[in-house]
Structures are given as C-alpha cells and as structure tokens.
Antibody
Framework: QVQLQESGPGLVKPSETLSLSCSVS????????WMWMRQSPGKGLEWIGS???????DYNPSLKSRVTISVVTSKNQFSLDVTSVTTADTAIYYC??????????????WGRGTLVIVSS | DIQIAQFPSSLSASVGDRVTITCRAS??????LNWYQQKPGRAPKVLIF???TLESGVPSRFAGSGSGTDFTLTISSLQPEDFATYHC?????????FGLGTDLMIK
C-alpha cells in the first residue's frame, strides 16, 4: 500500500524559507509525478507545483519565483522549498501523487497534510 | 488561469437524499475535471476523474457528468459517510485550479 507522509517545521518566521519533505513508501518515486498543494484557512485548495518523472518541474505562477520542488531518489522523498514567506503562506500543505489515465491527469494519493504557520 | 466556480458553497441534506454539486469553468476544458472528497482532518480522496470516470473502489452512488464548461457531481442516495467537503479541480492546463469546495452537511 503506497503512503505519503509530509514532514517539516510547523512554525516558520516571516521572510525565512519554508522547507517540507514528503516520504513515499510502498512504491518507487521515480515511476510517478509528484505534487504539492496547500489549503489556507477558509480558502480552497491551491496547486503549488509538480515534479515529473522526467525530472522537469512546473510551478504555479503565483508562487513561481519563490518555489522549488525536487526529488531525492535515494531516500524515496521529494521536497518543497518556499522562500521569503509571509503570513499569507500559512496553510495546510499536502503532498500528492499525480497519475494519468490516457490524457487525463488527477491526484490519486495524498498525504494527510501538515500545518505550517508563518509567524514571528 | 482557468477559474472554477463551484456551487453551492454549502448544502444541508438528509440520509437517502439525492444531491447535486456543480462546477463551472471559465473556459472550455473538455472532460478535464476531477472530483475529490475531503473529511475533516483528512486528505482529499479522488472520487471521479475525467469528468465521469469513477475511481476504483468508489461507490456507484457517486456519478459525474458534463463537459466543456459545466460539470456536476451527483450522489444518488446519501449515506452517513458522505457528509464531507467536495472539491472539483481542472487538469486541462497548469496552473491546475480547484473550486472553493462544497460543505455537505447533515440536515
């Protein structure tokens, strides 16, 4: 059974870098594409970005200049870095797996999410 | 970005009721629309992808329909475990965007 688990600090100071990891168990990380999403209080889900099994990455333009997603194959993990955070980055952060059925993509497995609060 | 309007934002219903949730995309997205269910404190779970394809293991009382800009999720006979928040998401083009969610509550 494939499982995803987010980890990282729950509190980050404004202007610092938010760093999260997602550990994948039960399957090889190199076989799929991987995503980060977040959900701010009272708001809908927001796609942050994806890293594909080709090694390329795609980011939400609203965050693009501040976001990096990378894979550590040896650890079967992928990570998220968001620089220069503000209180607007306070959210529950989810990692997820992306799959396709023909031309249609969707997120079939999600981690349970980790709350990150940006506060001094 | 492709905007997704989802309505209603909340809905009260009883066990056994038939309910419908709607999502409207700001442009034609074909059948690139997915539906997720989220319970409090839990991760979202995919119910339907490609507008109408039921994910493996999802009960048949869930059904998706639509194409182009207008989509619906129908639950034919609500069960107690169906009270949750439902999200739609377009996978037509990045940035992949979600509706704001529908809270389905017990009447």
């Amino acid at each position: 059974q494939v499982q995803l688990q987010e980890s990282g600090p729950g509190l980050v100071k404004p202007s610092e870098t938010l760093s999260l990891s997602c550990s994948v168990s039960g399957d090889a990380i190199s076989d799929y594409s991987w995503m980060w999403m977040r959900q701010s209080p009272g708001k809908g889900l927001e796609w942050i970005g994806s890293i594909y099994n080709t090694g390329s990455a795609d980011y939400n333009p609203s965050l693009k200049s501040r976001v990096t997603i990378s894979v550590v194959t040896s650890k079967n993990q992928f990570s998220l870095d968001v620089t220069s955070v503000t209180t607007a980055d306070t959210a529950i952060y989810y990692c997820a797996r992306g799959v396709t059925s023909g031309p249609y993509g969707y997120f079939d497995l999600w981690g349970r999410g980790t709350l990150v609060i940006v506060s001094s | 970005d492709i905007q997704i309007a989802q309505f209603p934002s909340s809905l009260s219903a009883s066990v056994g009721d038939r309910v419908t949730i709607t999502c409207r995309a700001s442009q034609n997205i074909g059948s690139y629309l997915n539906w997720y269910q989220q319970k409090p404190g839990r991760a979202p779970k995919v119910l339907i992808f490609a507008a109408s394809t039921l994910e493996s293991g999802v009960p048949s009382r869930f059904a998706g329909s639509g194409s182009g800009t207008d989509f619906t999720l129908t639950i034919s006979s609500l069960q107690p475990e169906d009270f949750a928040t439902y999200h739609c998401q377009q996978s037509y083009r990045a940035p992949y965007t979600f509706g704001l969610g529908t809270d389905l509550m017990i009447k």
